[in-house]
């Protein structure tokens, strides 16, 4: 590749990439390496593990920021800081009801989990279901399960908050609020979240279903069934019964969430019984639950949706297609992040390894290279990475909001390596 004129528009260093190779150049890997333990914490306060950060403005640990990130720097040495994430989080659950925050403070036990400070720290809000996934990888990459042992009856409660607080009468599954599934603003709510005036417990809680939040619980199920395997020998009935629930939990989702005529996965109002008819980059989430979940006909209508023009823009998914009412890039962080518009790399990521496990390797390879491309073209513009990219037409793929934010996007360091080698450092 090219060396890339730092003075050159940040439109041209992406439109030379990503007619190139998917491999990233040195600066997305440089950037990575010189910055990436910034992201590291040792034991402090209440957390009594190592643990990670999203840095930029957010200096607690995020569910599924710590979960991409150890991941993401696995070579770099990261996987005591996931394991000891997902520890501190089994340590802060409650024991009787299975509850855990998205976020976890050293300092305070009841954190507000917002970019805004001042925000109530009550939200009903609980961590995503990634944490077992994100245990179970970090003691594959370690060869090390015992080390969980400990926290096998947190598990089990995780596990059955879902099975028992948010599930509805037909096996479909609920976000508490759009922001608990980490997408804050998204187009599928019309109100985001307790924070918001427009809030109503009747109406609102627990009305969203959506394909990220039923894909992460089939992983999470899959993950709970290795280590019960790891741990007791394999083939033992509370591993079966974890397989059987993930197995059933991806049924109903395509049974249920699946658009025949569209070709593509619908979120749901639990509350009014109504599909909600947004197109939003978690429509292909499903790709990334792993074998036997989708047909092979389900799986290429995916493909076909995101990479047509209203959801795929030269920088990657758009988290809100341009067709919607809704679609902006504005730079926004409080009280919402923006994801009616911007490109996320942790959602690119998802898709990009949920092409590759399902054999789409050009497609994979093409989402890595605008991944990559947007990175860098942040790093020659802004110095620093942000935690969202302009997707419209004319901006260029421009940094928005939370300057220094590292987390998922040091997913750049090996997401397309991971592609030209067939890896998914994700599959369970
Ligand atoms: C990162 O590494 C540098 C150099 O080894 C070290 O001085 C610094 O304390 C580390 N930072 C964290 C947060 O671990
Ligand atoms: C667990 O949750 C229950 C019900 O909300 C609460 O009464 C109890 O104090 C919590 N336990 C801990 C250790 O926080
Ligand atoms: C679900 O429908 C109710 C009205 O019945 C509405 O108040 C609520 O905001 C809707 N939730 C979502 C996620 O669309």
Redesign the pocket.
């Known amino acids: 590749m090219a060396p890339l004129n730092p003075l050159a528009s940040t439109a041209l260093a992406i439109a030379l990439l990503t007619t190139a190779t998917a491999s990233p150049s040195s600066v997305v890997k440089d950037y990575v390496t010189d910055n990436y333990n910034s992201t590291f914490r040792e034991p402090q306060g209440i957390l009594n593990h190592p643990y990670l950060v999203p840095a930029g403005p957010y200096d607690q640990e995020w569910d599924w920021d710590s979960v991409f990130t150890g991941l993401a720097l696995l070579p770099l040495g990261s996987a005591p800081y996931l394991s000891g994430s997902m520890k501190n989080f089994f340590e802060a659950t ?1 024991m ?2 299975g ?1 855990v925050t998205i976020c976890l403070d050293p300092s305070d036990p009841h954190p507000s989990c917002s970019s805004d400070p001042a925000a109530n720290a009550e939200s009903g809000s609980h961590a995503k279901p990634l944490l077992v996934q994100g245990a179970w990888l970090s003691a594959s990459h370690e060869g090390d399960y015992d080390q969980f042992l400990e926290h096998r009856p947190a598990m089990v409660k995780l596990l059955s908050y879902w099975s028992t607080q948010r599930v509805t009468d037909t096996g479909l599954y609920t976000w508490h609020d759009q922001m608990e599934s980490g997408a804050d603003d998204l187009v599928t709510s019309p109100c985001p979240s307790p924070r918001s005036d427009c809030w109503s417990d009747e109406a609102d809680a627990n009305s969203l279903v959506a394909p990220d939040l039923l894909t992460f619980l089939i992983r999470e199920h899959r993950a709970y069934a290795n280590f019960v395997d790891a741990w007791d020998g394999e083939g033992g009935d509370e591993a079966q019964e974890h397989r059987g629930q993930a197995a059933e939990i991806g049924r109903v989702m395509v049974e249920q969430l699946w658009d025949e005529e569209e070709g593509t996965f619908r979120s749901f109002n639990a509350t009014s019984g109504e599909i909600i008819e947004k197109d939003v980059y978690n429509l292909a989430f499903p790709l990334f639950a792993g074998p036997d979940v989708l047909t092979d006909t389900q799986a290429q209508a995916l493909v076909d949706r995101i990479f047509a023009s209203d959801m795929m823009s030269a920088y990657g998914v758009k988290s809100t297609s341009s067709n919607d009412e809704g679609y902006n890039n504005e730079p926004t962080l409080t009280p919402y992040s923006n994801w009616q518009g911007p490109v996320w790399v942790v959602a690119n990521a998802v898709i990009t390894y949920g092409l590759l496990d399902h054999g789409f390797v050009p497609e994979a390879r093409d989402l890595a290279a605008r991944t990559a491309a947007v990175l860098e073209a942040d790093i020659l513009a802004t110095g620093t990475w942000h935690e969202c990219f302009d997707s419209s037409e004319g901006g260029g793929g421009r940094g928005l909001a939370a300057d220094g934010f590292l987390s998922w996007n040091t997913l750049g360091y090996r997401l397309a390596d991971d592609v030209e080698a067939g890896e998914n450092p994700f599959a369970i």
Do not use: F
Request: glycine letters at 0%; aromatic letters at 0%.
């Open positions: 409650n009787s009801t509850a």
